[in-house]
């Protein structure tokens, strides 16, 4: 028992050592308990040690020692590992190794969640119609030109309701999308692929820098993401069957999953019809006209849930003029011809490369992707994928959907599973090698050698950006938690908090205030709503228009407080804005307090009721003139005008 113990221990030790020297180490903290390894020499010499006990004991002690009896045992093990068979073997360690990659990438992404990090501007509005609304006003306009599922919206105003309104537990099911991505493919990878392929398409959905970054935020792209995945596998799944019985059945289970899925994911409403094509085209080629209209006529199923989810909720963001005008620049102008268009598709490979996509060989990215969904060995599942980029160009080309980063990471999966399928043909044309077919010998070694520089980018991206710990360390740019708390503390009646127009939502979630028009009251105790009566609320913005700058127009909107609060996060007036504003404001009364919480976030306190005096005024001059100098090229010129807070 002694000396079995000592192996597993030293293989653990070793494990842990090799572990270490990949990813850096760990320094993650949980509340007031902190959890580091960094080194892996000491894991390593662990292991050595265990090792050497293990030599000793096995090898010193004569045939008759006490420890003779697990020595027997010891070498009646490694002779049944010898007797094994080498296919088992390998199957068992494609598993393992596919399981080992699940594993690390989940309890990554589970340490990097509960390390709850604050909120930023995106993730404040959705959350705010989450909490201020109920759940029938979340079937309308959405606050704030946000968009999301139904279904989804749903589900986190259930965790809001259940667990609370912190950010760790609204953020649950985007992990949990995020993490569910990566099984999904380790499934595709088992189904359809050899074990390295399978292993490269894991740790391609789980490691691609978007793909891995939208697991940690607030919004429905990890299910986008997820559903983009899931659902033309399924397709695949449906392709396989062997008799038509089999493919009506499946094909059925299909068109549930995809109505089911479109509730929660834009991206499942996305690829639903070019799949559902293929389903209906290779049903009729496969099994006759009848089993294609079988096919077409289970579409009843997702039809019904679309039109519901569309006059629920879908048809004001389709009709939304704010997000049509916003994201107007992002798809192609109508004038355009079938040139121009061309053209206009061709310039977005590139951007989109690198952002979903992760890497900057674009080159390398279209074409393993495209190739691998069109030659790769398994048709049925590059038949299934290859509509999702096509679908995405199409829907882009008739202006319905912008194919710019996150918005396009839908498309991202599919060209996943192209690049593994590259892979997986080139790994099948290696045993060309012993029948001599030098040709495909020379592809094979060629398309393994883009794919690895390829896939060796877009996981090591990943990794140093998002889910290594080293890439945790640093301080967030824009920290509203810390800053709007210490506004909290800090609030008195009679103050006025000033903060610019993408700075409100912070105030409004962290402020725990309604986001509501024309209310800001508690949400529930402990917020500003409960700091007293009299508190101003009041935007502020630069003044690009005015010809100097004239302290009376502040000094009247001011007139009725005693102190404002100037809170300065999102950098929507442009960075150097806070030394502006807070210079500007000084012109009214001394500055008692200039707080920094992250290279963004910054509160000022400046008491209006006390006169301005020379030497409070030049020590605030050199104190912002060195802050413009750390942070930005140069100080911002212009005057500054305050407004009432208008929820958009």
């Known amino acids: 028992m002694l000396l079995r113990i000592l192996t597993a221990l030293g293989g653990v ?3 842990w050592a090799a572990v270490l020297a990949i990813t850096g180490g760990f320094n993650v903290r949980l509340g ?46 490694w002779d049944r590992v010898r007797a094994l068979d080498r296919d088992r073997v390998a199957r068992l360690a494609s598993r393992a190794s596919l399981g080992l990659l699940v594993a690390a990438v989940a309890t990554f992404s589970f340490f990097r969640w509960a390390g709850d990090a604050p909120l930023w501007l995106d993730e404040q509005m959705i959350a705010l119609n989450i909490r201020d609304r109920s759940t029938i006003e979340l079937a309308g306009m959405l606050w704030f030109g946000q968009a999301a599922p139904f279904g989804w919206l749903v589900a986190e105003r259930a965790m809001l309701v259940l667990f609370g309104p912190q950010g760790v537990n609204l953020r649950f099911l985007p992990v949990a999308c995020g993490v569910g991505s990566v099984v999904a493919a380790a499934w595709v990878g088992r189904r359809w692929l050899t074990p390295v392929a399978a292993l490269l398409l894991a740790a391609l959905s789980g490691f691609a820098i978007w793909s891995a970054h939208v697991t940690f935020e607030l919004k429905h792209y990890s299910a986008d993401r997820l559903t983009a995945l899931l659902l033309p596998a399924l397709a695949a799944w449906a392709l396989d069957a062997p008799d038509r019985p089999t493919f009506a059945k499946r094909a059925g289970v299909w068109w549930f999953a995809a109505a089911v899925a479109q509730w929660f994911s834009f991206g499942a409403t996305l690829v639903t019809p070019g799949c559902a094509i293929v389903l209906v085209l290779f049903g009729w080629h496969r099994h006759g006209a009848s089993a294609a209209l079988g096919v077409a006529r289970s579409s009843w199923v997702w039809a019904s849930a679309f039109a519901l989810h569309y006059a629920i909720a879908l048809r004001f963001t389709h009709h939304s003029d704010f997000l049509n005008t916003y994201w107007a620049s992002r798809l192609p102008a109508a004038s355009l011809g079938i040139g121009g268009l061309a053209t206009w598709i061709r310039d977005r490979l590139e951007p989109l490369a690198v952002n979903p996509g992760g890497t900057q060989h674009w080159i390398a990215w279209w074409t393993a992707g495209m190739g691998g969904l069109l030659f790769g060995w398994r048709r049925t599942l590059g038949l299934a994928f290859l509509p999702v980029p096509l679908s995405g160009f199409l829907f882009a080309a008739v202006g319905q959907v912008p194919l710019y980063e996150r918005f396009s990471l839908w498309i991202v999966p599919a060209l996943h599973v192209g690049i593994a399928l590259a892979v997986d043909r ?10 001599r077919l030098w040709p495909q010998l020379a592809a094979a070694v060629a398309v393994l050698a883009v794919s690895y520089a390829l896939a060796n980018d877009i996981i090591t991206r990943g990794w140093r950006t998002v889910l290594s710990p080293h890439a945790r360390e640093g301080e967030p740019a824009v920290d509203d938690r810390r800053a709007v708390s210490f506004v909290k503390d800090r609030l008195r ?12 939502p912070a105030i409004w979630w962290y402020g725990v205030i309604s986001a509501r028009a024309g209310e800001h009251d508690p949400i529930q105790r402990g917020g500003i709503g409960d700091r007293g009566s009299g508190i101003g ?30 809170f300065l996060g999102f950098p929507d007036e442009g ?29 000022a306190i400046i008491d209006l009721r006390a006169p301005q005096t020379i030497e409070s005024s030049r020590a605030l001059d050199e104190d912002l003139a060195a802050r413009a100098a750390r942070d930005t090229p140069k100080m911002l010129d212009g005057c500054v005008k305050v407004a009432p807070v208008e929820r958009w």
Request: include cysteine; charged fraction near 20%; proline fraction near 5%.
């Open 13 to 15: 030790f070793l494990a």
């Open 32 to 77: 007031s308990v902190r959890i580091s390894s960094q080194n892996p020499v000491a894991p390593l010499t662990l292991a050595v040690l265990c090792a050497i006990a293990v030599a000793a004991i096995a090898w010193v002690e004569g045939a008759a020692g006490p420890f003779a009896e697990e020595r027997r045992k010891l070498r009646a093990a």
């Open 426 to 435: 080139a790994l099948r044309w290696l045993l060309a090698w012993r029948r």
């Open 493 to 504: 009646p009679g103050d006025v908090i000033l903060t610019t127009r993408l700075g409100w």
């Open 537 to 566: 609320f009041l935007k502020i913005s630069r003044d690009r228009t005015a010809a100097r700058c004239d302290a009376e127009p502040l000094r009247a909107a001011l007139a009725p407080y005693r102190r404002a609060i100037v």
């Open 575 to 603: 960075e150097g804005f806070g030394e502006l504003a807070v210079r500007r404001l000084s012109m009214l009364g001394p500055v008692i307090s200039l707080n920094d919480f992250s290279a963004l976030s910054r509160v």
